[in-house]
């Protein structure tokens, strides 16, 4: 199965700071990445996702780069701000066609005013 | 739509008593998933559903645990005998084809 890890496990930025999460994936069919946000106590939920058929995607101060060669996504936050503290989550799918995600471990990150 | 539902959203039982986790996906959402979230192991997927039927289950844990989708609009996950170890956040998530995963809220479980 698919083998997603997510680096660093936690990281700290000052308010204004920009931070960039990295997923590395094993399965070189894979095609659809998703980036989760889970505040605290919270459900996750969907941030921003990138198929394979593009290298970068952006939505306001948020961005998600792909490199399939090398079998790494990055998750870009830019001018972060307090309410930007959560944990966040890659995933990638398995191959077959049916898109089951499986998650990374998690980024904290928790941005200081 | 109200989303995914979860009950209950919090459960605090003893060891060896029968838990059960309820869910109402997405109406005409296909796909059906069960995650477990534990600091020590992230987000887990126990067992996904694809029109009602059971997929892959090699996520779950062992024969303590069985999940069930008697109907497209609600799922259950069942733990019989429960044990302190299986105390976790627990949260169904279901989805329309390939795509975003909509989660629920969770059932944060707690074994004594």
């Known amino acids: 199965g698919e083998n997603v890890e997510q680096h660093p496990s936690t990281l700290s930025v000052q308010e204004g700071d920009s931070a960039v999460i990295k997923c590395t994936y094993s399965?070189?069919?894979?095609?659809?990445f998703p980036w989760y946000k889970q505040e605290l106590g919270k459900r996750p939920q969907l941030i921003i996702d990138?198929?394979?058929?593009?290298g970068e995607k952006k939505d306001q101060r948020i961005a998600v780069t792909l490199n399939k060669t090398a079998k790494h996504f990055s998750l870009h936050i830019t001018e972060t701000q307090p309410e930007d503290s959560a944990v966040y989550f890659c995933a990638a799918p398995a191959s077959g066609g049916s898109y089951i995600p499986t998650f990374g471990r998690g980024t904290s990150l928790i941005v200081h005013p | 739509d109200a989303g995914v539902i979860q009950s209950p959203r919090h459960e605090v039982t003893e060891m060896g008593q029968e838990v059960t986790l309820r869910c109402k996906p997405i109406?005409?959402?296909?796909?059906l998933f069960w995650y477990r979230q534990t600091m020590m192991r992230g987000l887990e997927l126990l067992i996904y559903f694809n029109n009602n039927v059971p997929i892959d289950d090699s996520g779950m844990p062992e024969d303590r645990f069985s999940a069930k989708m008697p109907n497209a609009s609600f799922s259950t996950l069942k733990i019989q005998p429960s044990e302190p170890r299986d105390s976790a956040v627990y949260f169904c998530?279901?989805?329309?084809?390939?795509?975003?995963?909509?989660f629920g809220e969770g059932s944060r479980l707690t074994v004594l």
């Open positions: 998530a279901s989805r329309a084809g390939p795509g975003e995963l909509f």
């Open positions: 109406s005409g959402h296909d796909y």
């Open positions: 990138i198929r394979s058929n593009v």
């Open positions: 399965d070189s069919a894979s095609n659809y």
